[in-house]
């Protein structure tokens, strides 16, 4: 067996965020600006071919978790039949997938046979205007029919991911909380981050999530609580319900030294923290021709160069791609 990826701060890569698109259907406020063409040419994404070849090299040296991501993963073509490639790799104990549901009804029966097993669907109001403000124009009747088709066809556990901001949504969390404990849903309450110009001023209508859940522990008793799935998120479950909400604090309280992820951008980009700079291109490499054992020893030494940590809170005008560019 070959040893596992680790890097130099001692932490165990396990997890890829495979964004497969930069594009997205929607254009929410604190993430891609209203009006932005310039996306990535489809010419230089990486083929379903390059992208399992990675993967599979990826699983052989430990991975064990892929997140399909964008941009809005579903808005690029037959994500269904990639997910089911990435689903047959034999090492990869988990398969998963971030969207925004716009498109969910139509495919979540492929992709749940495909293997995707559970999905985040983020949701940052349930009020159809401010969904549309948020959003650039989205329809959140798509979206609950996207959530409806995802349980009705098994994809579990659900979670809702929902950017909390200041004088946008914070005044809609209680009612998140009794929407997700009726559709057995989890809940999960993220931090605005600086990302590009978008998140950076979105970043004005910044909220600590301590504040948050002081304010939550008034109305609900919170229990302290776990959740699998290898993330950061903080747990508490809501006292009489199954309702689990997961509180993640980029800024507030960062979880750097537990992170076990880096994330591959659709044009083969590999980015070794979501705050840094930091980046390795395997486009080129996977053109050239390289070998199965010049591929690993690509991801090894990029590992070996990841940033011990974020710094949205030192720099916060460090990061000038949108999060849609890097693969939320
Ligand atoms: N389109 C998919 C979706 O909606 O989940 C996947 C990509 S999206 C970029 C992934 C996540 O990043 C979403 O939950 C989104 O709310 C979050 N996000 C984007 N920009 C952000 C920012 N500046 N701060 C915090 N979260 C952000």
């Not at 070959?2 to 993430?31: K, Q, W």
């Amino acid at each position: 067996m070959e040893p596992r990826l680790t890097d130099p701060f001692n932490r165990a890569i396990e997890y890829v965020r495979l964004s497969v698109t930069d594009r997205c259907d929607l254009r929410c406020t604190y993430c891609l600006p209203e009006g932005f063409r310039n996306f990535g040419e489809p010419e230089h994404w990486l083929t379903f071919d390059e992208i399992e070849r990675v993967i599979r090299a990826f699983t052989e040296l430990g991975v064990r978790r892929v997140r399909l991501t964008g941009g809005e993963p579903l808005t690029r073509r037959h994500l269904p039949e990639l997910a089911a490639r990435l689903g047959a790799l034999p090492q990869l104990e988990d398969l998963s997938l971030s969207t925004n549901a716009v498109r969910l009804k139509k495919f979540a029966p492929a992709l749940r046979q495909a293997g995707v097993r559970r999905v985040n669907v983020s949701l940052d109001s349930l009020r159809p205007e401010r969904f549309a403000a948020i959003t650039g124009g989205g329809k959140l009747d798509k979206v609950l029919a996207g959530l409806a088709a995802a349980k009705a066809n098994g994809l579990q556990p659900v979670k809702i991911n929902m950017v909390v901001m200041k004088d946008v949504n914070d005044d809609e969390i209680e009612d998140m909380v009794r929407y997700c404990i009726e559709q057995d849903f989890t809940l999960r309450l993220i931090e605005t981050m600086p990302m590009g110009d978008t998140g950076r001023s979105a970043s004005g209508h910044y909220l600590s999530l301590e504040l948050v859940r002081q304010r939550l522990a008034e109305k609900f008793e919170l229990l302290p609580a776990v959740m699998p799935g290898g993330g950061p998120a903080r747990y508490v479950r809501v006292a009489g319900t199954e309702l689990r909400i997961g509180f993640i604090t980029p800024i507030s309280q960062h979880f750097c030294a537990t992170c076990n992820r880096v994330r591959l951008a659709a044009d083969g980009v590999l980015y070794l923290c979501l705050g840094q700079d930091d980046k390795v291109e395997l486009r080129p490499l996977l053109r050239q021709g390289a070998d199965d054992a010049e591929l690993k020893q690509a991801l090894r030494a990029a590992i070996a160069h990841k940033p011990e940590r974020h710094e949205f809170r030192e720099q916060p005008q460090k990061i000038i791609r949108f999060m849609s560019q890097t693969g939320g």
